[in-house]
């Protein structure tokens, strides 16, 4: 199995920066793309970020020039840097990784959420 571990959320004030992390583990051969979603109260989960495994990325329109996503492979870790926080940022936050992994197969794996609030 595979388990995709989130950590770096929290309350932060408007314009204020956090950094996500998120480290994927287990029976792991190589990870393709990796991004972060995110799903506001009330909203449907919306993709944030992804990152290809050749370092191609893709941003939500709303997080461009806030926003910059990086992996390391070596550490099978994606990061998203979360800069000039706004209020409407606030959601949880959840990692993806699309995996392949020692048995051959592919999936889709999720983490368990970490929860970012910007807040005065």
């Known amino acids: 199995q595979v388990q995709l571990v989130e950590s770096g959320g929290g309350l932060v004030q408007p314009g204020g920066s956090l950094r996500l992390s998120c480290a994927a583990s287990?029976?792991?051969?190589?990870?393709?793309?990796m991004g972060w979603y995110r799903q506001a109260p009330g909203k449907q989960r919306e993709l944030v970020a992804k990152?290809?495994?050749?370092?191609?990325?893709d941003y939500a329109d709303s997080v461009k020039g806030r926003f910059t996503i990086s992996r390391d492979d070596d550490q099978n870790t994606v990061y998203l840097q979360m800069n000039s926080l706004k209020p409407e940022d606030t959601a949880v936050y959840y990692c993806?990784?699309?995996?392949?992994?020692?048995?051959?197969?592919?999936?889709?794996?999720w983490g368990q959420g970490t929860r970012v609030t910007v807040s005065s």
């Open positions: 990152i290809s495994r050749g370092g191609n990325t």
């Open positions: 287990g029976r792991i051969l190589s990870i393709n793309d």
């Open positions: 993806n990784a699309g995996v392949i992994t020692t048995m051959g197969y592919f999936s889709d794996y």
